[in-house]
């Protein structure tokens, strides 16, 4: 039971499929999380073809739902030992406004308070199994540093935009990738946020019928292999790094850093209020 093990939020396509893959090539225990059982054992079934890695697995869990979560994260240690890398990947994008049965947009739960509240509940596996590793799928720091949090509006609640709830909720992600790495120094567990660049993806698949048929369009020539999150997952070089934002496999300078140490604090309270937990 004492071998490398990663689980992969979003494992069933796009970025967190590549990752997962990727990983399971290096021969690491990969478990993903998938919403239902038929898409969780084809991408289970697609990784082991792949990668010839036998130990591969899903777990359930619907990451809108916070108490799926929790079941998630009891199942995991129940079953687990260890977490060596936990890779954040899980993302929708929806055009039209919607609420969980929890009262909480639906862009908001999935994109940003899942990964909050999921590598919280696991932070003491990630603690036991140090040196260990969390890696946060953000996107280009250029366009969201030009973004700011509206804590007023923080459901996007005036003038819903799918596309700027899903700049926001990467932008969040970002700051609690920074705030976790400082909450971690000292414990071995280090915490990176990292651009994906084009990964083939069904991110698209909530869109209206002409953009989604647009951006299937675009699908056709993405690759299906996300280089720096299996850096970042994997490699050497980046052991003990942490609080870095790296895009092409290369941490960069951002203004991002800057404005998750002026709110960091104020959106992680915000976060504990929203999913009733406090930092480990």
């Given at each position: 039971m004492d071998k490398k093990t990663c689980l992969v939020t979003g494992?069933?396509?796009?970025?967190?499929?590549?990752?997962?893959t990727g990983v399971?090539?290096?021969?690491?225990?990969?478990?993903?999380?998938?919403?239902?059982?038929?898409k969780g054992r084809k991408a289970v079934e697609d990784i082991v073809r792949k990668t010839g890695n036998t130990d591969v697995s899903f777990l359930l869990a619907d990451l809108s739902i916070q108490s799926s979560i929790r079941d998630l994260a009891e199942e995991f240690k129940s079953r687990y030992d260890r977490l060596d890398v936990l890779a954040n990947c899980a993302g929708i994008l929806k055009p039209k406004k919607e609420v969980t049965p929890e009262g909480i947009d639906l862009m908001l739960a999935v994109d940003y308070l899942a990964h909050f509240l999921l590598t919280n509940l696991l932070t003491d596996i990630l603690i036991k199994s140090a040196p260990s590793r969390v890696i946060t799928v953000v996107g280009n720091p250029r366009y969201l540093e030009k973004i700011r949090i509206d804590f007023n509006d923080i459901q996007f609640d005036k003038n819903y935009s799918g596309f700027?709830?899903?700049?926001?909720?990467?932008?969040?992600?970002?700051?609690?990738?920074?705030?976790?790495?400082?909450?971690?120094?000292?414990?071995?567990?280090?915490?990176?946020?990292?651009?994906?660049?084009?990964?083939?993806?069904?991110?698209?698949?909530?869109?209206?019928?002409?953009?989604?048929?647009?951006?299937?369009?675009?699908?056709?020539?993405?690759?299906?292999?996300?280089?720096?999150?299996?850096?970042?997952?994997?490699?050497?070089?980046?052991?003990?790094?942490?609080?870095?934002?790296?895009?092409?496999?290369?941490?960069?300078?951002?203004?991002?850093?800057?404005?998750?140490?002026?709110?960091?604090?104020k959106l992680w309270k915000l976060s504990e209020r929203f999913t009733s937990i406090r930092y480990i």
């Open positions: 494992g069933t396509s796009g970025v967190g499929k590549a990752i997962a399971a090539e290096a021969g690491y225990r990969v478990v993903i999380v998938s919403r239902t059982e038929e700027r709830a899903a700049l926001i909720c990467a932008l969040m992600r970002a700051v609690f990738s920074f705030v976790f790495a400082e909450r971690m120094k000292g414990r071995g567990v280090s915490s990176n946020a990292f651009h994906p660049g084009l990964v083939k993806s069904r991110l698209g698949r909530y869109l209206p019928l002409y953009l989604k048929t647009f951006v299937n369009a675009i699908m056709l020539f993405v690759p299906q292999k996300c280089k720096t999150g299996v850096y970042l997952a994997l490699s050497n070089d980046v052991e003990g790094v942490t609080g870095e934002f790296f895009v092409k496999r290369k941490p960069v300078k951002t203004k991002l850093r800057a404005y998750a140490d002026e709110i960091g604090v």
